[in-house]
Nanobody, 127 residues
Framework: QVQLVESGGGLVEAGGSLRLSCAAS????????FGWFRQAPEKERQFVAA????????LYTDSVKGRFTISRDNAKNTLYLQMNSLRPEDTAVYYC????????????????????WGQGTQVTVSS
């Protein structure tokens, strides 16, 4: 199981951009699928985006399509989430999550599919 550490969160005005990073330990990074989830105060954790081990498959929740891009650099053991055109409703703690094995397509949206989680990074978008 990989250890995950997120960074890159912060305060940004609506319409601005942030890039989140998730650094992973271990030598089998490319064998893991990864997801980004977010949790706003008093709300359940929700799926944002996911990417397969090779990076060839991605998945997004509808509200971020066209604004967010998930990517990975297997040589650097790092996962990214580029967030553009940010909105106040994007405010949340963002978590990266890992899951080894085959790409499970739409099931990658489910929290329970992941067995490794980072500590989270706060993203706050002001109006």
């Amino acid at each position: 199981q990989v250890q995950l550490v997120e960074s890159g969160g912060g305060l940004v005005e609506a319409g601005g951009s942030l890039r989140l990073s998730c650094a992973a330990s271990g030598r089998t990074f490319s064998s893991y699928n990864f997801g980004w989830f977010r949790q706003a105060p008093e709300k359940e954790r929700q799926f944002v985006a996911a990417i397969s081990g090779s990076g060839g498959s991605t998945l997004y929740t509808d509200s971020v399509k066209g604004r967010f891009t998930i990517s990975r650099d297997n040589a650097k053991n790092t996962l990214y989430l580029q967030m553009n055109s940010l909105r106040p409703e994007d405010t949340a703690v963002y978590y990266c999550a890992s899951r080894p094995g085959v790409w499970m397509r739409d099931r990658q949206k489910e929290n329970r599919m992941y067995n490794g989680w980072g500590q989270g990074t706060q993203v706050t978008v002001s109006s």
